[in-house]
């Protein structure tokens, strides 16, 4: 676990970490800031196609087959990207970074529910989750440092040597502690969530990009394609006999009422990762470096307090930490919607520690205690289902955040008497982000009416 946990932190910290450098990347290689996206949005669409497949592949081969090739091919994407002279050998090795994560978070999760206990998941989902949320809060403030004191090429090898050291544990230590069956693969299923998958993410992340907007043939096309290959999907799962990825696990309520939740945990996260350091970097002015600072509490708070939850959950259940974790996190968002110009920092990195508490307080007991629910056999389904499914809340969360700022903006410029070609204001940009944020607050409240429903699973196993 030590090992699977160390490359989970590198491939999730990559999720993050050249946010801050897309402007190095723009100057560096000359392209375009559409192009330089690519970086996350390739990162993500690997993800997402990926993802819905592991539960096959961990049918297929063993868990150190399968640790030791995504950490190899997570290496190699390091080494090409510290090494890149180009933006197509970056881009390149950005892919294969996203090749092994996609490989090792869903195995990383599934692992738990294997080797643990039902009376001491939660502690051992609390570490994981605490991997799983610090290293993506503390990316960006790393790589600040790192460009600011040596070059964008560091961030990559800086994940180079941590994955090299998980390889060299997990080659010593790993074992094989899943079942092969290697069941028949079904191609039309495989080419049906691939298309399902990728048009899905790859829509909402590019309309997330901000100038693609959402009458452009790139974001309204994958989307079409992308839901009907979804349906096709799901009906084609329905009536297989071993399907590539058994949908009826939502057939159990908890597991349903978890999925749900944590889907509402990954929109606001990446919703305020996205509109907070705006907020701060072009509202504020502050340096990209100030902002990822102030912002750097709330990470750490959420990663060290999930192993303390995950104790919490084993002894009291969910409901005692989903429902004032909800309460906390719109609490906090309500707050959230009345900041401007003269809104001070302690008191937004105040709101965004609590946010970050509430988020921490539903996201590891929600899909620990759905996990719990599902029969042994379902958990590869599980594990896929819940990851492919936060991939798909982040592309949606970020889209529909950059979709309602832009509105606002344009809105309040329109109000002022403004051109709405004229360069918006900070005035106009903070009025945009705060009707982003009544959105994410929506979202939060719709998460604490489904967290009402939750209710413990009682396990022997």
């Known amino acids: 676990m030590a090992s699977l946990m160390l490359a989970g932190f590198v491939g999730t910290f990559n999720e993050t970490a050249l946010n801050i450098a897309l402007s190095n990347f723009i100057q560096v290689f000359s392209i375009s800031t559409s192009i330089a996206q690519w970086l996350t949005t390739g990162y993500l669409l690997t993800l997402g196609i990926l993802i819905p497949l592991s539960g096959l592949l961990m049918q297929w081969f063993t868990t150190r087959q399968l640790f030791l090739t995504a950490a190899i091919v997570s290496l190699a994407g390091a080494g090409i990207g510290g090494m890149a002279g180009s933006f197509e050998v970056l881009l390149t090795g950005r892919i294969l970074q996203a090749t092994g994560t996609g490989l090792l978070l869903p195995l990383m999760f599934n692992m738990v529910f294997i080797i643990f206990p039902a009376h001491k998941r939660g502690m051992a989902m609390g570490l994981v989750t605490m991997i799983f949320t610090a290293a993506p809060a503390v990316g960006p403030t790393v790589s600040g440092l790192l460009i600011a004191n040596l070059s964008w090429h560091w961030i990559f090898w800086l994940s180079f040597v941590l994955m090299l050291i998980a390889l060299l544990v997990g080659s010593l230590y790993m074992q094989n502690v899943s079942t092969i069956t290697k069941p028949r693969i079904d191609l039309f299923s495989l080419a049906v969530s691939t298309v399902g998958f990728g048009g899905i993410v790859f829509g909402f992340s590019h309309a997330g990009e901000g ?29 297989m006999e071993r399907p590539l990825m058994n949908v009826k696990a939502f057939k159990h309520p908890m597991f349903l009422v978890g999925t749900l939740l944590i889907f509402v945990c990954m929109s606001i996260n990446i919703s305020s990762m996205l509109l907070l350091p705006m907020f701060l970097i072009r509202v504020l002015e502050m340096s990209t470096l100030s902002a990822a600072i102030i912002l750097l509490p709330g990470g750490i708070v959420m990663g060290l307090s999930s192993p303390l939850i995950g104790r919490l959950f084993d002894k009291f259940g969910p409901r005692f930490l989903v429902i004032p974790g909800l309460v906390l996190a719109a609490v906090a968002l309500w707050f959230f919607t009345d900041i401007t110009a003269i809104s001070t920092t302690a008191f937004i990195v105040t709101l965004h520690v609590c946010l970050m508490i509430g988020i921490a307080l539903v996201w590891m007991p929600a899909q620990t205690n759905g996990m719990n629910q599902l029969p042994r056999e379902m958990h590869r389904d599980g594990t896929a289902i819940m990851n492919s499914l936060i991939q798909v809340a982040g592309a949606i969360g970020m889209a529909v955040s950059v979709s309602i700022m832009t509105a606002g903006g344009n809105k309040y410029m329109k109000a002022a008497s403004m051109a709405t070609e004229s360069p918006i204001t900070r005035e106009a940009l903070a009025a945009g982000i705060q009707d982003a944020l009544l959105f994410v607050l929506s979202v939060a409240v719709a998460g604490a009416i489904v967290g009402l429903m939750i209710k413990r699973v009682k396990v022997s196993r």
């Open 211 to 239: 100038d693609a907007g959402w009458n452009n043939a790139m974001v309204v096309w994958p989307l079409i394609v992308g839901g009907v290959a979804l349906i096709l999907f799901v009906f084609r799962q329905l009536t």
